[in-house]
């Protein structure tokens, strides 16, 4: 009798180890597949955030080439009116763009949404340290430099600063066509020396500035490849 009881426990044991292991299995895997889920799920997210950070980054590159553009060309407005003042010879024919590029601003263009869309749904998307460090580094402290640079940093405001005084020392010597448009300047500027210094030293200003917002530009153009490039490696490993 107790030998059947005993058999018939071993029996109630076995089932129970049974459905407790398959119990067990079942969530295991259950955990293992909701895992998996996640796993696709994060790997899809961060393959669509870093595809549009990427197309920003190029986009960007665009926009950082069109102001090198413009602060090479008010160099070169600086070097004319530089010559114009010390009454060396020029060709009047770029007049007009050299009078508008001296002082001309610019400003600081950045598509941020894709990374905006990264801190939404968490840096940690990116595993990759290197390249999640790059990207924080990038938007968080590179453009924000740039844009104080470009915008609020005041030796970089040259229309505020020097327009006014430059304008009412040369405009004096400018003759205009019927529609109204500047069509020459009378040659040789009779500045006293003092009014020239001071025109020559805000041109001096003006060169030094935009040299230095280019080598900006040019440490920002480095940093912007380097990060597409890692980028581009991290989607083929995705991939």
């Given amino acids: 009798?107790?030998?059947k009881k005993s058999?018939?426990?071993?029996?109630?044991w076995r089932k129970y180890a049974f459905e407790f292991l398959s119990i067990f299995i079942a969530v295991l895997s259950a955990f293992a597949l909701n895992n998996w889920n996640d796993?696709?799920?994060?790997?899809r997210t961060s393959t669509k955030i870093l595809t549009e950070i990427s197309n920003g980054l190029k986009k960007d590159i665009e926009d950082i080439n069109i102001n090198i553009g413009g602060h090479k060309d008010g160099i070169q407005a600086c070097e004319f009116w530089t010559k114009i003042l010390l009454?060396?010879?020029?060709k009047l024919d770029s007049l007009r763009q050299y009078y508008f590029r001296l002082t001309r601003d610019?400003?600081?263009?950045?598509?941020?949404?894709?990374?905006?869309?990264?801190?939404?749904?968490?840096?940690?998307?990116?595993?990759?340290?290197?390249?999640r460090f790059g990207i924080i580094s990038l938007y968080e402290y590179d453009y924000r430099n740039l844009k104080t640079l470009e915008e609020n940093y005041y030796e970089m405001q040259f229309q505020e600063n020097y327009y006014k005084e430059f304008n009412a020392a040369i405009s004096p010597y400018f003759e205009f066509d019927s529609r109204g448009d500047?069509?020459?300047?009378?040659?040789p500027l009779t500045l006293s020396s003092s009014e020239k210094n001071k025109i020559l030293s805000y041109l001096w200003k003006i060169r030094v500035n935009r040299k230095f917002i280019l080598d900006y530009y040019a440490d920002m153009e480095?940093?912007?490849?380097k990060i597409n490039n890692q980028i581009e490696i991290e989607l083929k490993e995705i991939e």
């Fill in 222 to 225: 480095s940093k912007i490849n």
């Fill in 7 to 12: 058999k018939s426990k071993k029996r109630k």
């Fill in 106 to 131: 610019f400003f600081s263009a950045q598509n941020v949404s894709g990374y905006e869309t990264l801190k939404s749904k968490g840096l940690e998307l990116i595993n990759n340290d290197s390249l």
């Fill in 182 to 187: 500047i069509s020459k300047i009378n040659t």
């Fill in 1 to 3: 009798m107790k030998e």
């Fill in 87 to 90: 009454n060396e010879e020029v």
């Fill in 39 to 43: 796993k696709i799920r994060d790997t």
